[in-house]
């Protein structure tokens, strides 16, 4: 089954103390980083974090942390026709051409400004360098967030590719096991497949059609945000580890949902 939802619901999105105030660095970074170029090195540290969580949690930073995924869910999301985003903007190569185009201008950009290492204004040059490439997702991914789904860019975003990149690496090292939580269910049986989950996913995905035999729902795209675990009218989502989600899963009473069927009805 993969229905594709014929709306989606504006929702609330779920928010931590940081992510409510993040969007701030993006004006400061992206405009102020043009005046005081200084500040594009706030980048650097960002960067540094969002590969690190990624290698232990997948895009958990673009969920929960990150400043546009914040101005986004924040601000923008009350503007944004929250339409469904187009195929080509979720498309795996549209991701991985747009990965390889933006990191090749920004590490030819590091390299001309390699050139001028131990002079007086290298450090305000490469600071220049990160302000500009922060200023393409606060031009796209507003304009996008505007017009189309506050999201949008999300699914193509190349700092949410090298996250998934990192992900990938942790997974193979087997070392974020323990710390990788995924939306996980309760118990299959009792999910009324209403899609809800679906219809409030920032990202538009669907996790009630693809629960793993775990319990859980493994796509690399979900950026953890939480969104359809507050919405969940039947509340049997939970944001849980393997180890989490399988004890969840032998601890949930079942019973009544055995031979539960579904009936047609007519709404008058
Ligand atoms: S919102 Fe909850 S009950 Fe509805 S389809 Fe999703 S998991 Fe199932
Ligand atoms: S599946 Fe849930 S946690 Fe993942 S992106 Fe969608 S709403 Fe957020």
């Known amino acids: 089954m993969n229905k594709t939802p014929t709306f989606y619901i504006k929702t609330n999105r779920v ?22 170029p200084r500040l594009g090195l706030l980048l650097i540290p960002i960067m540094l974090s969002l590969v690190t969580l990624g290698f232990f949690k997948g895009k958990y930073w673009c969920g929960n942390l990150c400043p546009h995924g914040s101005l986004f869910d924040s601000i923008i999301l009350q503007f944004s026709p929250n339409s469904s985003i187009p195929k080509l903007f979720k498309s795996k190569t549209l991701k991985v051409l747009f990965f390889i185009w933006y990191m090749s ?23 220049f360098v990160f302000a500009v490439n922060y200023l393409i997702p606060t031009t796209v991914g507003t304009i996008l967030a505007l017009f189309v789904n506050p999201r949008s860019w999300c699914s193509f975003c190349p700092m949410g590719t090298m996250e ?12 974020n096991g323990k710390t990788d939580q995924k939306v996980s269910v309760a118990a299959i049986e009792q999910c009324h497949k209403c899609g809800k989950c679906s219809r409030v ?25 939480s969104t359809c675990v507050a919405n ?32 047609t009805a007519l709404l008058v």
């Open 15 to 36: 928010f931590n103390k940081f992510k409510r105030i993040s969007w701030t660095l993006v004006p400061l970074i992206a405009f102020g980083g043009l005046f005081y």
């Open 105 to 127: 201008m920004f590490t030819s950009r590091l390299i001309k400004v390699s050139a001028l290492w131990g002079t007086m204004t290298f450090i305000d040059k490469l600071g």
């Open 164 to 175: 998934q990149l990192a992900y990938k690496l942790g997974k193979i090292a087997g070392l």
């Open 201 to 225: 996913c920032p990202m538009q995905l669907k996790p009630y059609l693809n629960f793993s035999g775990n319990n859980q729902f493994e796509n690399e795209n979900c950026i953890r945000c």
């Open 232 to 263: 969940c009218p039947a509340g049997i989502l939970s944001l849980a580890n393997t180890e989490q989600a399988l004890s969840i899963k032998a601890s949930t009473n079942n019973s009544g949902f055995e031979k539960r069927r579904k009936i």
